[in-house]
């Protein structure tokens, strides 16, 4: 089957809803090929949909983070108390927890990329040409781009083999694994559109002559 056939099954198959169809397309070489397309315009719509809903822009993911904290320190803390006041507990306490971390990463993460707060090395750019920082800007989002791709990929597949195998959270009867899988390629699809919107406000500094490499303020936007 040629990859563009392998493409089309996977449309398809996403189309059709069936978790079984899905996770047998999603073993094809062609997911490579689709999650590649997926990346770049589920990044470019996410950078559209921060632009024009500046809310979201600011509070987003951070929201969501802070959100899945306090959800977590919550199960603990009453898992503590219905343990030693009420000598029970809920079985669900120790693994949702984990669940809801993986969800809180990886949308501080995809924050963090816009604060540009992760590993930037900008005093030693900043010393740089305009056109020097740029190809290190330039660099910088095709390496995440790539990491997102790959995240996106293979967390997808993931998830449609979960829900193929019907798997439920240990302790919960009611609650599904790829419920919380599917925020992996939610959260590196709008990682993606902090990605390229962040490239592209390097793009219009650099044409415009403005300042192109910035101090990143942890905890702060830039």
Known sequence: MSVFAEVAAIVSAIFSG???????AFDAGGMWVFCFVFTLVGGYLAHLFYQYVPFAE???ERGLSV??????AGIICWGVIDR???????????TIPPFLFMVMAWFACSYNVKLRTHLSFSEFRAKM???????TLTLDAALWLGFCWIAITTS???TALSA???QLVDGVDDVMKWWFYLTVPVAFTLMAGRVIGNWLEDWSNYRSGDQIIQQAVIGGDV
């Open 18 to 24: 069936s978790a079984w169809e899905m996770s047998s």
């Open 58 to 60: 600011k509070h987003l």
């Open 67 to 72: 959100t899945m904290y306090l959800i977590i």
């Open 84 to 94: 030693f006041v009420f000598s029970s507990q809920w079985s669900g306490s120790t």
């Open 129 to 135: 040409p305009p056109a020097g920082q740029l190809a």
């Open 156 to 158: 997808l597949r993931f």
């Open 164 to 166: 193929d195998n019907f």
